[in-house]
């Protein structure tokens, strides 16, 4: 089985959850801090205060699993064996990739800007954007379209290779291939 850090490629038919919690006026995006890739109310921003994603930093977890997916999308990764959630040398290089694309510093480090770009790319599919409420978005790649869900406590979720459903999380690492 190919990793993603050895191999560049991703094949992941992602669909995840999202949702939120209680009706409010707070911020919109998640806290790295919890642990856990998260947003509430309104989903178009919910990626612009995301935690970092690095060959050292969070390099093993759920958060980057779903982050490949999103390179997946972006037709740069072609093989489902790749969405590992290692943040290998092969993820740093196909993020470089992205961020050129997207017009970012390429620095192969998903931080703030670019985890926001890719928030940009989230299309609004079925629930409500209500705190509490289940909602579905759909992010639209260059070449395949992933669902992510955000659940009632506003966490993100998507399916990883097998597709099992898994929570976006910094600190845990449960994606498989």
């Known amino acids: 089985m190919a990793s993603f850090s050895k191999g560049v ?3 992941l038919t992602a669909g995840a959850a999202v949702l939120s919690l209680g009706l409010g006026a707070s911020p919109a995006s998640a806290k790295a801090s919890d642990g856990f890739v998260r947003g509430y109310d309104k989903f178009t921003d ?3 205060d995301e935690g970092t994603l690095s060959t050292t930093v969070n390099e093993k977890s759920n958060a980057t699993c779903m982050w490949q997916s999103i390179l997946w999308a972006e037709g740069i990764n ?3 064996d790749s969405v590992d959630g290692i943040f290998g040398d092969r993820t740093a ?5 992205l961020q050129k694309r997207w017009g970012l510093t390429a620095d192969g480090v998903v931080g703030n800007a670019t ?3 890719a928030g940009d790319r989230l299309e609004y599919r079925d629930g409500s954007t209500f705190r509490g409420e289940k909602l579905g978005v759909t992010y639209r790649g260059d070449r395949y379209a992933i669902w992510f869900y955000r659940d ?3 966490r993100y979720q998507f399916r990883d290779g097998n597709g099992d459903m898994r929570i976006a999380g910094y600190d845990h690492w449960t994606c498989t291939t």
């Open 93 to 97: 290089e196909a993020t470089r990739i």
């Open 115 to 117: 985890f926001a770009a």
């Open 9 to 11: 490629g991703a094949t």
């Open 78 to 80: 072609a093989s489902r």
């Open 46 to 48: 919910d990626f612009d």
């Open 152 to 154: 009632v406590e506003g």
